[in-house]
Structure formats: C-alpha cells, structure tokens
C-alpha cells in the first residue's frame, strides 16, 4: 500500500482483535492501525519502519475478544422511531417491539470505521435482524439515525446518503471536531442502545 503502509488480509481472527493486538505490541514505527470489515492496514512513519514491521507481522497474536465485555459501554439512547421499523418487522416476521427489544437487548463493539468521520460498524446484531440494504439508496439519511444493514448496526454521523434500513434516531452527536476524540465511537468500543 505504498511505501509507508501495508495491507494485512487473512488475519485468521476478527480484524478489531487483531488490531488490538497489534497495538499491544507498541511496534516502533507505527503511526495508525486501522481495522476494516477483514483487513487491517498498517500505517508507518517511513520505509524503513516499515521493513522491521513488516518482519514482526507473523508474531502478532489477536487481543482476547473478552476484554470488551469488561469495559463499559457506551450507552447511546435510541427513540424507536426510523422509517423502516415497520417493513423490518415485516421482513422477519417479528412484532414492531420485538425489534425494538432484540435491537437494544444486544451488546455491539465497534468492528471498523469508515464511510463517513464518526460512522462506526457496530458487530453484535442478532441473526434475526440480518437483513440486506435497501434496494434504492435514500438521498439522504438525518444525523442521528440508527439503522442495520446485513450483520452490522451503526449511527449515522450526520446527514448522508445511504442505503441501511431506519431504526430510530438519537440525539447523540456522533462525530465533534471540537471534541477530543472528535468521535464518539472507536474501534473496540462497547455499545448498547438503550430506549428513550
């Protein structure tokens, strides 16, 4: 991936785990581990700090997937509210408050980030809510917006386009670049929704 960065595929564990370990070995030479849907790419300061971590790459053991259980989560109140509640319920033959309390009955951790700055891809989701995105994308999704798409559940940070289908909203703000950290969630991170 360039002089400075590699890709990791065929990690052999889930990629936040794998990052986390990696971080845990405090490498010399890196800048950024960021972990994807099932690749981790490895961001170095220079070519040569790339070399000796590319060698170290093998001895990385994934971090024990039980630490998330012991941190607290970040509960982020949800009005049940979205758009698609109704034609999820439909779709999996559940009741309207059986999604609700599937939904916010789970524990996430944030896998991976990407699509927008605070957009965090949320593992976690309960089978009987795997559904895939919409047909046809909405123009535009509100800020604040809880949705699922295949095995993930995510916030959307602010007002996009996109294609997952609509839970609720909250008023949590997602993504400050006043605040530090500016997001809210992080890989790694522990979540539940909580009903508001």
Do not use: K
């Not at 439909?90 to 916010?104: E, P, Q, R, Y």
């Amino acid at each position: 991936m360039g002089p400075r960065a590699v890709l990791i595929e065929d990690l052999g564990a889930d990629p936040a785990d794998w990052a986390d370990g990696l971080r845990g070995m405090s490498l010399a030479g890196v800048t950024e581990v960021v972990p994807a849907a099932n690749t981790v790419l490895v961001n170095c300061a220079d070519p040569r700090s790339l070399a000796q971590v590319r060698e170290r790459l093998a001895t990385v053991r994934a971090a024990d997937p039980a630490r998330r259980a012991s941190a607290a989560p970040i509960e982020i109140p949800v009005r049940y509210d979205g758009e698609d509640l109704e034609l999820v319920a439909n779709s999996t033959g559940l009741a309207v408050d059986d999604v609700v309390a599937i939904h916010s009955g789970a524990e996430y951790f944030v896998a991976f980030c990407g699509f927008a700055p605070g957009f965090g891809y949320l593992r976690g989701l309960d089978p009987r809510l795997h559904l895939p995105r919409r047909a046809t994308p909405r123009t535009r999704v509100p800020a604040g917006s809880v949705a699922i798409a295949a095995d993930y559940t995510a916030v959307y940070p602010r007002a996009s386009p996109g294609g997952w289908l609509l839970l609720g909203t909250t008023a949590n703000v997602m993504f400050d670049p006043d605040r530090s950290p500016p997001a809210l969630l992080e890989p790694g991170a522990h979540v539940r929704f909580v009903v508001s």
